[in-house]
Nanobody, 124 residues
Framework: QVQLIESGGGLVQAGGSLRLSCAAS????????VSWFRQAPGKEREFVAG????????VYGDSVKGRFTIARDNTKNSAYLQMNSLKPEDTSVYYC?????????????????WGQGTQVTVSS
């Protein structure tokens, strides 16, 4: 069983930066996949970035590539999403998700552990 708790959301001006944190309780294995998703009102949940806990197979969504970076700290059992050059269209609730099975997927249904989400609002 894995529990995920996100933090670090807030209000930022366009062009600014935020770092989201995802603290995991329970063991994360080298093959555990940890990803970030986001969901804006009235829209489907969108894949942002993900990797295997080993650090391999890092993948980014097209809309954030070159601006966002996913990272982890094994000593803190935490994953991070560094978000730079933020745009108003990045405004969403951001979720951390994990699964111990399968390949890295952009599909939310592939993940069986989810955090509660953290709101990111980017003003123009």
């Amino acid at each position: 069983q894995v529990q995920l708790i996100e933090s670090g959301g807030g209000l930022v001006q366009a062009g600014g930066s935020l770092r989201l944190s995802c603290a995991a309780s329970g063991r994360l294995f080298t093959d555990t996949i940890v990803s970030w998703f986001r969901q804006a009102p009235g829209k489907e949940r969108e894949f942002v970035a993900g990797f295997r806990w080993s650090g391999a197979s890092t993948v980014y969504g097209d809309s954030v590539k070159g601006r966002f970076t996913i990272a982890r700290d094994n000593t803190k059992n935490s994953a991070y999403l560094q978000m730079n050059s933020l745009k108003p269209e990045d405004t969403s609730v951001y979720y951390c998700a994990a699964t111990n099975f399968g390949m890295l997927s952009r599909i939310p249904a592939a993940y069986n552990y989810w955090g509660q989400g953290t709101q990111v609002t980017v003003s123009s």
